[in-house]
């Protein structure tokens, strides 16, 4: 097992164009994060899976946002209508019970919109 | 609501000298709190966490941070600082509650370490 394993590393796009990432957990990882990361600030939480229950979205996804882990192992974001404002660091983690005992980040996505 | 404030954007020290971070929490019962240390196009790695146990907390690459409740703080040391520490250190709480289960990161301190 190689950790969390996100994909593309790094991902240009024009405005208005959709986008999606995907993210390889921890195979016994039930839980399954997603975080934004902007230059100069810490990451903030997007949303969450349990399996592939959706347990909670932050108010920071915007209805273009959509998350899925169909089969409660791999994991994807899209993002509709890309905005300039969506450029960010796209952080994918994965742990096997709650936070409480901290997560295994992957090294992220890297969305530059143009 | 949870939350955690690094008290430093950066921090600089020389090669071999003690570290110190600053970190102070908010939490209205007893707090899971964690260091997670990020290197330039590197994720995130896990330093060390408290969950209630011990209050002075052994990490990773002779990293400590001890927990006092009646000071709200978690401060990252290290005796003695090492070129490769030079990164960016998050200060992060977990938060729960009504369905959450997310982790509420600081602003982050950049540790940068003079030969």
């Known amino acids: 097992d190689t950790g969390v394993s996100q994909n593309p590393r790094h991902k240009i796009t024009k405005r208005g164009q959709n986008v999606t990432f995907r993210c390889d957990p921890i195979?016994?990882?039930?839980?399954l994060y997603w975080y934004r990361q902007t230059l100069g600030q810490g990451p903030e939480f997007l949303t969450y899976?349990?399996?592939?229950?959706?347990?909670?979205k932050s108010r920071l996804l915007s209805d273009r946002f959509s998350a899925e882990r169909p089969k409660g192992s791999f994991s994807t974001l899209e993002i509709q209508r890309t905005e300039q404002g969506d450029s960010a660091m796209y952080l994918c983690?994965?742990?096997?019970?709650?936070?409480?005992?901290?997560?295994?980040f992957g090294s992220g996505t890297r969305l530059t919109v143009v | 609501a949870q939350s955690v404030t690094q008290l430093d954007s950066h921090v600089s020290v020389s090669e071999g000298t003690p570290v110190l971070l600053r970190c102070n929490y908010s939490s209205s019962y007893s707090p899971s709190l964690f260091w997670y240390v990020q290197h330039p196009n590197k994720g995130l790695q896990l330093l060390l966490k408290y969950t209630s146990a011990a209050t002075l907390v052994k990490g990773i690459n002779g990293f400590e941070a001890e927990f006092k409740k009646s000071e709200t703080s978690f401060h990252l040391t290290k005796p003695s600082a090492h070129m490769s520490d030079a990164a960016e250190y998050f200060c992060v709480v977990r938060t729960s509650g009504g369905g959450a289960d997310g982790l509420t990161f600081g602003k982050g301190t950049h540790l940068i370490i003079q030969p």
């Open positions: 983690a994965s742990s096997s019970g709650t936070a409480k005992n901290g997560y295994t």
């Open positions: 195979s016994e990882h039930n839980r």
């Open positions: 899976f349990q399996n592939e229950a959706q347990l909670e």
